[in-house]
């Protein structure tokens, strides 16, 4: 049964796709099975892992809304053990017409049930808001990572994400647990970029990931060619850092190669 991960913050530009697309395809890379889910209108993660939203005639709008079976919409990856369950625009009035539908908050649940037997883990990009597609989001994961930038607003909003975990928690999804805040952005020239590092982690201590992901020019590039940074440059700063963060929750997990292959023996 595959552990299900959202990436969630109600603020935008804090690498939530970045962290999306570069942890599925780590976690690929490192031979686990995985399905990046796309619950953003947006659909960068789509477009950032090669394929074009406009073409893409089902999506998770359609599991959604019309009770399509995931397996219709998920679309293999360039990367092995990576597939996609892709969004296009419509996503963006999905919340609408889900306001009326019964037990409205777990059809993502709903959806994942019916193929998370399938992978080592599923990894959701959220959208930047607080609305019903990140609750549902919420609703169906074990866990949720949490980036936070290295930048002068790191801890804006970070308090009301945190409530409405609570809120998820205590209503919604009893088993979410907070799988960890992840720095990003992080520039190790900036004086700001340490201190922010220094007063996430006093506030937080171990739910901080060691990991911190760095600014690096080909993480911004890779994007552009439709791959992950991993398949750009496998020796470049964002793809170790990555790979580093992968195998930190494989080990957070009690999870490696060996127990891997003891398991499907």
């Known amino acids: 049964m595959g552990k299900i991960i959202a990436i969630a913050n109600q603020k935008g530009g804090v690498g939530k796709t970045t962290t999306s697309i570069n942890l599925a395809a780590s976690l690929a890379v490192l031979e686990y099975k995985t399905l990046l889910v796309d619950a953003d209108p947006q659909a960068n993660s789509t477009s950032g892992i090669g394929f074009d939203p406009r073409a893409i005639k089902s999506s998770v709008y359609e599991c959604l809304i019309n009770g399509l079976d995931p397996h219709e919409a998920i679309q293999h990856t360039e990367t092995p053990n990576l597939d996609l369950l892709p969004a296009h625009i419509d996503l963006v009035g999905a919340e609408i017409e889900m306001i009326n539908l019964h037990e409205r908050e777990y059809k993502m649940r709903h959806v994942l049930d019916q193929v998370k037997n399938e992978y080592d883990f599923i990894v959701i990009d959220c959208s930047p808001s607080l609305g019903l597609i990140t609750i549902n989001a919420l609703s169906a994961s074990n866990s949720v990572i949490i980036p936070v930038q290295c930048e002068y607003f790191a801890l804006e909003g970070l308090g ?15 088993a979410l647990e907070i799988e960890g805040i992840l720095l990003t952005m992080y520039d190790v020239r900036l004086r700001l970029s340490n201190q922010v590092v220094e007063e996430v982690k006093s506030h937080f201590t171990e ?3 060691d990991t911190i992901i760095q600014r690096n020019t080909r993480l911004s590039e890779a994007p552009s060619f439709g791959i992950s940074v991993i ?28 127990e891997k292959e003891q398991v499907s023996v």
């Not at 793809?239 to 997990?253: C, P, S, T």
């Open 231 to 258: 398949m750009h440059d496998a020796n470049s700063k964002g793809a170790i850092n990555y790979l580093n963060l992968a195998r930190e929750i494989l080990q957070k997990n009690n999870l490696s190669k060996e």
């Open 160 to 174: 009301k994400l945190l409530n409405t975990i609570k809120i998820v928690q205590n209503r919604l999804n009893t």
């Open 207 to 209: 739910l901080v990931f």
